[in-house]
């Protein structure tokens, strides 16, 4: 049973949690820290000797992705307007963990969060604009939440694999998207991008004064930070990294793992749906196709990345936002396709997990310890 | 008009050629998967395995000229990326659905970097057997022009129900899906075991993504497979891991999936995007349906991580 237990555990890349003396507290986090720098320098690499291969200097490429990411006033704040709804969609991924399952669903969540809020928005037209905002607030988090809730449910009460429906019912969230935007939800005035109504430009969240950054980063730290408190300092937390690590241990003890799995899930989806909310309050006024723009599917690499703690979310979403923002800097000055985004951060995820296998065998780490 | 004579009928009909050529790409990759999971590995990654084979086939295709250069490359390209799955998966403490994940990506990712220069030009198409010459109906003519592949994969089916059953590479893959540790006791490699299986799972789902550019829809371009990869990999699931049954099973998703377009030919096009979303809606009907929290399914190797 122990060995299944950590078998679970491992299988959703949490880490340990609990650690016997400080010496090893310490020896351990240098570990997390030490291991996906490597890896993620490994992938750079990689994806160097790639583009090399295209006929491009490496050196260019790694000059232009610092430029693009943190170079400047203007990349920073294009950065951290990605990174919002990346700290958002990751914690869809990082919370399940907990309890050992495999969510890769939050993309579907943030459609379907953003298509509640706008249909909140358009509801309430007229009304303060703090009133909408709230609602809009309400509705995105009610509307992802049950989008994975779905899928715990699922899991809970039919068996159903958790990682494979909530990939199904990404296509169906964009399906149900798609149909509402160019049927019953469609703007007569949108020709040639379908597209509800817009939500109105005073129901839009600004920015944070003095920069051009929105609003979103501070809803998603916040949740980072909420999410982090609500693991790692509270009974409920606990009880679901217990159900994680052995759920028959968790149900002798008299948790009532059903609830604590749908709970979760729910937490979870409400933040990939507040991300879909930002999406559509901060950025795009309206709902379209261009909100499926892959931020749930790169949600899932920062949690991996940040093995799946919700603090160490923030700084590898940030990471991930810049690596993102110098895609467009990557097409104009180097020719690369805007694909070459997606490919380092595959490979940055293959040699993320692949570094999984090192853990607790780094020699010098062990003689600290 | 041969249209109006056939009247509703166009629809059953469209379904009809519509599932025998939606179906094969999930025939393979579910085939492939089928042949991974059963030794005891589950590749999730063969979402990207279909993008990346669809890619590399229309690649060779267009630069050689000879479609069946295409289907080789792209079961290659599968190949490599079985490998490179099963790869990562034999180090230690990695888990193979996070790997799938990542490879799903990866895989995505690098056909649309690679296929870019591909979007434009024409590459040299599969041919098909052309079984309805007798009927006089243009649309039941179209729904029997039939891929060699499909027959290929037709074909490959009760090999494979053959194989697990009655040789000893099945038995080995077999054994290896239930028991390792028999597997190990055997003196065999585990790891070798899984790898090869997934090295043939990654060349089936390669295939299968060279018809989606070669045949059906018959050109490359980045929203080409949404999704055929992973419902073909949960069409396994509700298969029960018989080969038989993922036959049976791809054709039902082939004709859910052709419902769609067949509506649409007949002039119904409220609800399009729901009906394009009806092989999803079927997958998770279907899993809700025949999975049970109780117990494990019938079927199931007892090494699968999905179904702990």
Redesign the interface.
Same mark, same amino acid.
Request: glycine residues 10%; contains cysteine; proline residues 4%.
């Given at each position: 049973m122990t060995t299944e237990a950590a078998e679970s555990v491992e299988a959703a890349g949490v880490a340990p949690a609990a650690d016997p003396g400080f010496l090893q507290r310490t020896g351990a986090s240098i570990e997390y820290i030490l291991i996906p720098g490597a890896a993620l320098v490994g992938a750079l690499a990689v994806f160097g000797g790639f583009v090399a291969l295209y006929g491009k200097n490496p050196l260019d490429l790694y000059f232009y992705m610092y430029y693009g990411a943190f170079g400047t006033a203007f990349s920073w704040q294009n950065t951290l307007t990605r990174a919002a709804p990346l700290i958002l969609t990751a914690l869809c991924t990082a919370l399940p963990a907990q309890l050992g399952m495999v969510i890769i669903g939050g993309e579907g969540a943030l459609l379907i969060g953003a298509l509640s809020a706008t249909s909140a928005a358009l509801a309430l037209q007229g009304a303060a604009p703090i009133v909408v905002q709230t609602a809009m607030v309400i509705a995105g988090m009610i509307g992802g939440g049950l989008w994975i809730t779905l899928s715990g449910g699922l899991r809970q009460y039919r068996g159903v694999n958790e990682t494979i429906s909530s990939l199904l019912l990404v296509y169906i969230a964009l399906a149900i998207l798609n149909h509402l935007v160019e049927g019953p939800m469609r703007d007569p005035a949108s020709l040639n991008k379908p597209s509800t109504r817009e939500i109105g430009a005073a129901n839009m969240i600004g920015s944070i004064p003095g920069t051009d950054v929105h609003w979103g980063l501070v809803f998603g730290l916040v949740a980072a930070v909420a999410a982090y408190v609500l693991i790692y300092h509270t009974t409920f937390g606990f009880a679901a990294r217990v159900a994680g690590g052995n759920i028959r241990a968790a149900k002798i003890v008299g948790l009532s793992v059903g609830k604590l799995i749908l709970t979760v899930c729910f937490l979870a989806g409400s933040c990939a749906g507040l991300a879909g909310m930002i999406e559509v309050a901060a950025v795009q006024g309206r709902t379209n196709a261009n909100l499926a723009a892959g931020y749930g599917f790169t949600g899932i690499l920062v949690a991996f990345l940040a093995r799946q703690n919700p603090l160490a979310i923030i700084p590898v979403a940030i990471l991930l936002g810049g690596i993102s923002a110098s895609g467009g800097l990557l097409q104009r000055r180097l020719g690369l396709p805007d694909a070459s985004v997606l490919v380092l951060q595959g490979i940055i995820f293959v040699f993320v997990l692949a570094s999984d296998a090192l853990y607790g065998r780094i020699g010098f780490l062990k003689g600290k310890s | 008009m041969a249209d109006a004579s056939l009247g509703l009928w166009t629809v059953p009909l469209a379904v009809f050629g519509g599932a025998i050529r939606v179906s094969t790409p999930f025939l393979f990759v579910s085939l492939g998967e089928c042949i991974t999971e059963r030794s005891g590995r589950i590749n999730?990654g063969l979402e990207?395995t279909l993008v990346m084979g669809a890619m590399s086939a229309y690649g060779i295709s267009y630069l050689s000229g000879s479609p069946w250069l295409g289907v080789l490359a792209a079961g290659i390209t599968g190949a490599l990326f079985g490998a490179?799955h099963a790869g990562?998966c034999s180090?230690?403490?990695?888990?193979d659905?996070?790997?799938g994940?990542?490879?799903m990506?990866?895989?995505?990712?690098?056909a649309?970097?690679l296929g870019?220069p591909l979007i434009e030009p024409t590459a040299a198409r599969l041919p098909a057997i052309d079984f309805g010459w007798w009927s006089d109906v243009p649309q039941l003519r179209a729904a029997l022009r039939i891929n060699v592949l499909f027959l290929i994969g037709v074909a490959i089916a009760p090999l494979l129900y053959w194989a697990f059953k009655a040789t000893r590479w099945g038995l080995l893959i077999r054994t290896a899906g239930e028991s390792a540790d028999a597997a190990r006791a055997m003196g065999h490699s585990v790891l070798l075991i899984r790898l090869r299986a997934t090295m043939v799972g990654g060349f089936l789902a390669g295939i299968g993504g060279s018809f989606l550019s070669l045949f059906y829809p018959g050109s490359w371009n980045e929203g080409l497979s949404?999704?055929q990869g *992973? #419902?073909a990999?949960?069409l396994v699931?509700f298969a029960r891991w018989d080969p038989m049954l993922c036959l049976w099973a791809s054709l039902a998703f082939g004709g859910a999936a052709a419902l769609g377009p067949a509506l649409q030919s007949v002039g119904i096009t409220?609800?399009?995007?729901?009906f394009?979303?009806a092989p999803?809606?079927l997958?998770?009907a279907i899993?809700?349906i025949t999975?049970?929290?109780?117990r494990t399914l019938t079927g199931a190797p007892a090494e699968l991580? *999905? #179904?702990?």
């Open positions: - | 999730l990207g490179l990562i180090l230690p403490r990695v888990n659905i996070a790997v994940i990542a490879l990506l990866l895989g995505t990712g690098l649309f970097f870019k949404s999704g *992973i #419902t990999v949960a699931i409220s609800g399009y995007h729901l394009n979303a999803y809606i997958t998770l899993m809700i999975c049970s929290p109780k991580s *999905i #179904t702990r």
